[in-house]
């Protein structure tokens, strides 16, 4: 059963995509709509638009249909985390001073990682909800 798609791995400018990956994010998700879900649904392999739309609303008001989530790039938080030897959202204080990030940088990090646990929470949350 088809759910959704995640975008991810994008740069962020503005809290939003830059425009080359929502160029890409948009085409990507034009397809997925007007020929993969098209295609799944005459054999009942995705789920209920309806029912998507009911459960990722409210998790993430911004989406289109089958987005589950946008997940942008981790930047340097993705060489500290595999230092650390742990998930970027799991990533501490500690984790930090050892990668020596300090003033501005380390409250810049402090932000990312805790965006990044709200952000899967509610993954999880939607991927719970749906299934």
Do not use: H, W
């Not at 380390?106 to 749906?130: C, G, P, Q, R």
Request: net charge positive; proline share 4%.
């Amino acid at each position: 059963m088809f759910l959704g798609a995640i975008q991810q791995r994008y740069r962020l400018r503005n809290k939003a995509p830059t425009k080359s990956f929502e160029k890409c994010i948009d085409e990507i998700r034009q397809t997925i709509n007007s020929v993969f879900v098209k295609q799944l649904n005459t054999i009942g392999c995705v789920i209920n638009e309806s029912k998507f739309q009911n459960v990722v609303s409210s998790y993430f008001p911004n989406l289109s249909p089958y987005d589950l989530a946008q997940i942008p790039d981790f930047n340097t938080l993705i060489a500290i985390s595999q230092r650390s030897k742990k998930p970027v959202f799991l990533l501490d204080d500690k984790d930090l001073s050892n990668a020596n990030q300090f003033g501005n940088a380390k409250e810049t990090s402090e932000n990312k990682i805790k965006d990044f646990n709200k952000l899967f929470m509610n993954l999880a949350e939607v991927l719970i909800k749906l299934t």
